[in-house]
């Protein structure tokens, strides 16, 4: 399970959970949870399109998942923003489903957009998820602290003269990137799972922001090494295993949290 | 008059069976999902047809399984999580986002699962665009008169409930006094809304549903307050959709590939965002200036 | 002599369209404990946006140790308490890293633990009294102790000036007695300039050293025995207002009488107050 063209899958696996803990560790803590859902719909159009062109996946889901994501921060911005968005979204995945549906292998490919693939991750598009990867890491690092205050604290945020607009900005740029990266092995539908799963399960675990950050990695990495195997060995599609894997986890951090909720120390 | 139907209707539509099915569901689906859809964006619930959406896909993929029509399969998930979601009350907001992705996460895993297993040991094909993205052409004419039964008992249902449900969607507090159940009331408007996901399931698929749920009532609404007018208005809108959908569809099988025919659905959702978006720039024009939102 | 720390010449500001500050004029010294006491609509949470520079003045100047005030809020110099702060208990922020971030959180790159930094933030938490709920959860305190580590949130960056958006409308009257004599405490040991709104000035009267009365968008400013009297504050809201004393505490009730219509012309300001008979 550890040779030849699973290597691939290990290694893509690896780093796009570290880069869907992170990033979904924001979109969790701004309860963004829309945005998740809604910009793997927009790359799925871009995918297609990009299969239907032959051109490298990712740079059709890039470019398809940067429009969306900076398209939904603008509609946003203009209020009202949630049926727009929607009928965009689904427009766009049914606009992914004509596209594919031009070419020859119309089902197996709407599948494995859709739920993923195993060996989604080509040695071609390898070098390139790597670099994603890299990218996302890097700006996350880089923006931390700002990005941290802008997600909890948006008022006092804007008091320190952290520019919250930008912040919003960088956040998209950054979900777009892991987007793009992820639906190849995870599939559009299940990336949403993944990036909220571990998250919602680390920060019931524990109080501390940076630590929490580092769980969620953790806990997305083993729910993807966890689905690798167990596709590798039953043939079952690797998303089911996400979908399940990330629901336990979420279940396991609601019950971990749930006997000390409404238990605080005195104080006056 | 044949000369101007004649670029509009490819030949043999108005005979063909399969156009009579879709035409037939697909209208009877567009006026419940019209109905119905008002008090979704007007409750604010459309996150929950979402879930009872994506769960569906769950279901359509067991009946595949099984070898029942997908309309049962997206019914019973769909009832069954809509009671799940009565049960431990999705009235409570926090954290409701983040539990409903996990089920709709979970759910479509499963759907993941299925059709997987379908494909493998049926060897079917056509289970996941079928589930996922509807074949309204594919539909059995058998089908037709329990589609037409549950669209009518869903919309009965909202049309009779109209006045409690908009009183306790906007105020559940002034619903409770005037001695309106808001529990009850909500119970019932969650079962319409999940037999409607379903249909619209049916219609145009699981993951697409949802478009023909709440594309026409917002569009409707933008065009008008009252919840009565909006709910006629919005069905009309779903019908016109669904209907220009189909014909466009079967016109597409003398378009470019070869003979195969655009998707049903993609049609059905882009006239779905077609018209919302005309009803927002003819809002906008009606008001003559632009809206000041920024404070 | 010295500029005020703060002042403020005929500032106007609008929100939607609506004027929501009128020729508003007032200055703080370094030091001082000021009140900004109005009712709910007066246009209080304009006033300090404007001075936070969240929000642009039509007209007029805002002057932070006679230099004008930069358009984007300069960290720093100005600590802020917003109002509204309720986060959720989901959220993995514990007080000790709130209290932290008002040292860094603007800064970019990965923050690197040093000692300097974590004895700032356990002074901090200890001017406040918060030691005992520095570990717990953000969200899962109650008003006050929030309060108070907001409080030291805005003040470890060693400000000049603080300002607290409304922090007694959530509490109940012990705490809220706490937290003033806590910013008063704090004012005077290390010389920062409260800036403090509410919608009662009984709770602040024993820490004022002035008081910015607030009401319609116009303002009248002095030392609370300078403002707070019936005649001043009739000018004011432009109807009869009565000014009670009652053992040492302030009433203010609307009286009998004509609502006057206050005019273009009308001004309030130090002199005023102070040479209203």
């Not at chain 2, 669904?242 to 659905?265: C, F, I, K, Q």
């Amino acid at each position: 399970m550890f040779s030849g063209v699973m290597v691939n899958a290990w290694v893509a696996g690896s780093v796009v959970a570290v880069v869907a803990g992170t990033v979904g560790f924001f979109t969790v803590v701004r309860g963004s949870a829309f945005v998740a859902h809604a910009v793997p719909n927009g790359s799925f159009a871009g995918a297609a399109a990009a299969s239907l062109a032959g051109v490298n996946a990712l740079l059709g889901l890039g470019v398809f998942s940067l429009l969306s994501a900076l398209g939904i921060g603008w509609l946003s911005r203009r209020g009202r923003p949630d049926v727009a968005t929607a009928l965009v979204l689904t427009f766009m995945l049914g606009l992914g489903a004509l596209f594919l549906s031009f070419g020859s292998e119309y089902e197996p490919q709407v599948y494995s957009l859709l739920f993923g693939d195993v060996l989604g991750v080509s040695s071609r598009e390898l070098v390139p998820t790597l670099a994603l990867g890299a990218v996302c890491v890097l700006v996350v690092t880089l923006v931390l602290r700002p990005l941290l205050v802008t997600s909890m604290l948006p008022e006092v945020a804007r008091a320190h003269g952290v520019s919250v607009a930008t912040m919003e900005i960088v956040f998209l740029i950054v979900v777009a990137l892991a987007t793009t990266m992820t639906v190849p092995l995870v599939g559009t539908l299940l990336l949403f799972s993944l990036m909220i799963g571990a998250p919602a399960a680390a920060r019931a675990v524990t109080n501390r922001p940076l630590p929490a950050i580092a769980l969620s990695v953790a806990l997305a990495v083993a729910t993807i090494w966890i689905a690798i195997a167990a596709a590798y060995a039953t043939g079952f599609p690797v998303g089911f295993f996400v979908g399940a894997t990330s629901a336990l986890s979420y279940a396991f951090g609601r019950l971990w949290r749930a006997p000390r909720r409404g238990a605080r120390p005195s104080r006056w | 008059m044949n000369r101007l139907l004649v670029p509009v209707f490819a030949p043999g539509f108005f005979t063909s069976g399969p156009v009579h099915t879709a035409l037939a569901v697909g209208t009877a689906v567009a006026i419940v999902c019209g109905a119905v859809g008002v008090f979704a964006v007007v409750r604010g619930q459309s996150f929950a047809a979402e879930t009872l959406s994506d769960v569906g896909a769950a279901g359509g993929s067991v009946s595949f399984l099984v070898g029942l029509a997908p309309l049962w399969g997206f019914l019973a998930a769909g009832a069954g999580a809509a009671t799940v979601m009565e049960l431990i009350g999705i009235q409570r907001p926090r954290g409701r986002d983040l539990a409903a992705g996990i089920v709709l996460g979970a759910s479509l895993g499963l759907a993941a699962l299925f059709l997987y297993l379908v494909a493998t040991y049926h060897g079917t094909s056509g289970a996941t665009i079928g589930v996922l993205f509807g074949s309204l052409f594919a539909v059995d004419p058998s089908a037709i008169p329990a589609v037409v039964a549950l669209s009518v008992v869903s919309a009965g249902l909202v049309g009779l409930l109209q006045r409690p449900l908009l009183l306790s969607s906007l105020s559940p507090d002034l619903a409770h006094a005037r001695g309106i159940s808001v529990r009850f009331v909500g119970a019932i408007y969650l079962l319409a809304l999940a037999v409607s996901v379903a249909l619209a399931a049916l219609t145009i698929g699981a993951i697409l549903g949802t478009a023909l749920l709440i594309g026409p009532a917002a569009t409707a609404l933008r065009l008008t307050r009252h919840p009565g007018r909006a709910m006629l208005l919005s069905g009309a809108i779903g019908v016109l959709a669904v209907w220009a959908g189909v014909v466009l569809s079967y016109d597409s099988y003398l378009w470019p590939p070869r003979g195969r025919g655009w998707p049903v659905s993609f049609f059905v959702v882009a006239s779905v965002l077609v018209f919302y978006v005309g009803s927002a720039v003819f809002a906008r024009s009606r008001h003559g200036r632009r809206s000041a939102g920024r404070s | 002599m010295s500029s005020p720390l703060l002042a403020l010449e005929k500032v106007e500001a609008r929100l939607g369209g609506r004027p929501v500050l009128r020729e508003v004029s007032f200055a703080i010294e370094p030091g001082e404990f000021t009140g900004l006491i109005g009712s709910n609509g007066a246009g209080k949470t304009t006033l300090l946006r404007v001075i936070l520079g969240l929000h642009a003045p039509t007209s007029g100047s805002v002057l932070i140790d006679g230099r004008p005030r930069a358009r984007r809020a300069m960290p720093g110099a100005v600590g802020y308490v917003p109002q509204k702060f309720l986060l959720d208990p989901d959220v993995p922020l514990r007080a000790r890293d709130l209290v932290g971030l008002g040292l860094d959180g603007h800064r970019l790159g990965l923050p690197l633990p040093s000692r300097d930094r974590r004895e700032r933030v356990e002074k901090a938490l200890a001017a406040v009294g918060a030691e005992s709920f520095a570990d717990a959860r953000v969200g899962e305190l109650s008003g006050g102790e929030q309060q108070r580590v907001l409080i030291a949130h805005a003040l470890i960056g060693r400000p000049r000036l603080l300002l607290l958006d409304e922090p007694l409308a959530s509490l109940d009257l012990g705490s809220g007695r706490e937290i003033v004599s806590l910013l008063h405490r704090l004012s005077r040991a290390h010389g920062i300039a409260v800036f403090i709104s509410a919608h009662e000035i009984n709770p602040l009267l024993g820490a004022m050293d002035r008081v910015v009365y607030i009401a319609a968008g116009r303002v009248a400013s002095g030392s609370t025995g300078e403002v707070v009297r019936s005649e001043v504050l009739s000018r004011l809201y432009g109807q009869h207002v009565d000014v009670l004393n009652v053992h040492g505490r302030v009433i203010v009730v609307a009286g009998e009488g004509d609502p006057a219509d206050p005019g273009a012309d009308f001004k309030l300001t130090h002199a005023d107050a102070r040479t209203a008979s």
